[in-house]
């Protein structure tokens, strides 16, 4: 039996791969390790005079970091960022860079270091997908393994930094390039990647679109029975009485006109009040 999460509760969302297929790309799954300027003085962490710019180097290479933010989570607002050509990022043509300094536009959070849609619960990420650190990541089971460079934790597919699919010593494929441990392609702009994925102006490189995806609306109707296309673009059970959700799932705890979940109603963690340094918020449980 392949993996279901217990929340994609919406029938209409589909079968999605569980795999990248070998698209291989970073997802910022990491969990913050480093808070606090004193950060900048180890030796992995490299910031400039004024002790800001933070970079990490390790294994995968290097990539922006914040040491005075944890988790990798920022807010919005005006504020532009540089690409990995040095130039101005343009929202329209490619996906912007983000950190402390370099605030993303309204509609948009910082997430892995760039400036995407982020999920709150696993219900936005649809069949088959997990909300991790505000990102939509494939599930996974003993049935269902993550792709190379990946590894099951808690249900969900993230980095594993002792397995990486690429290394010096492991190269990619000709005509791919090495980042944060997996093998993609270079680009300059959304237009320059596959389908399914976006261009990171910070590096360069395309990497997995990880935004949820509205599931309904006037025109696209759900499917399950009992169910009602919500205002957030999600299909969900409506209800009068607590009884009548659990005919649907006995997880259901409570109704507000909709079937809601332990999670939903009190999740451990979300975007913004994400999980301590060294975990992960997996279906809002920090793991």
């Known amino acids: 039996m392949p993996f279901r999460s217990p929340?994609?509760?919406?029938?209409?969302?589909?079968?999605?791969?569980?795999?990248?297929?070998?698209?291989?790309?970073?997802?910022?799954?990491?969990?913050?390790?480093?808070?606090?300027?004193?950060?900048?003085?180890?030796?992995?962490?490299?910031c400039d005079e004024r002790g800001e710019n933070c970079v990490i180097c390790d294994g995968y290479g290097c990539h922006p970091a914040d040491p005075n933010t944890s988790g990798g989570f920022g807010g919005s607002g005006g504020g532009t960022a540089?690409?990995?050509?040095?130039?101005?990022?343009?929202?329209?043509q490619t996906t912007c860079p983000c950190d402390a300094t370099n605030q993303c536009e309204t509609g948009t959070q910082c997430i892995g270091g760039i400036c995407v849609d982020g999920c709150d619960f696993t219900y936005e990420c649809g069949a088959d997908k997990?909300?991790?650190?505000?990102?939509?990541?494939?599930?996974?089971?003993?049935?269902?393994?993550?792709?190379?460079?990946?590894?099951?934790?808690?249900?969900?597919?993230?980095?594993?930094?002792?397995?990486?699919?690429?290394?010096?010593?492991?190269?990619?494929?000709?005509?791919?390039?090495?980042?944060?441990?997996?093998?993609?392609?270079?680009?300059t702009g959304?237009?320059?990647?596959?389908?399914?994925?976006?261009?990171?102006?910070?590096?360069g490189a395309c990497v997995t679109d990880t935004s949820p995806k509205p599931a309904c609306s006037d025109t696209v109707k759900c499917t399950g029975v009992g169910q009602q296309c919500a205002a957030d673009g999600y299909c969900h059970y409506a209800c009068s009485?607590?009884?009548?959700?659990?005919?649907?799932?006995?997880?259901?705890?409570?109704?507000?006109?909709?079937?809601?979940t332990a999670e939903?109603?009190?999740?451990?963690?979300?975007?913004?009040?994400?999980?301590?340094?060294?975990?992960?918020?997996?279906s809002n449980k920090c793991q």
């Open 130 to 187: 997990v909300c991790v650190n505000g990102q939509c990541a494939p599930g996974c089971d003993d049935q269902s393994p993550c792709a190379a460079g990946y590894v099951c934790t808690a249900g969900a597919c993230v980095l594993d930094p002792q397995h990486p699919q690429c290394s010096a010593t492991a190269p990619c494929a000709a005509g791919e390039t090495c980042v944060s441990g997996l093998c993609t392609h270079n680009c």
């Open 82 to 92: 540089s690409t990995a050509s040095g130039s101005t990022c343009d929202a329209k």
């Open 241 to 260: 009485t607590v009884a009548e959700c659990k005919l649907h799932d006995s997880r259901f705890i409570a109704c507000d006109g909709y079937c809601k």
């Open 190 to 203: 959304n237009a320059d990647c596959a389908a399914g994925q976006i261009c990171n102006g910070g590096t």
């Open 7 to 46: 929340f994609a509760i919406s029938g209409l969302l589909g079968s999605l791969s569980l795999r990248f297929g070998g698209v291989a790309v970073a997802f910022g799954l990491f969990a913050a390790s480093a808070t606090g300027c004193g950060g900048c003085d180890d030796a992995a962490l490299t």
């Open 264 to 282: 939903e109603v009190e999740p451990e963690c979300t975007i913004d009040n994400p999980c301590k340094a060294g975990k992960n918020c997996i």
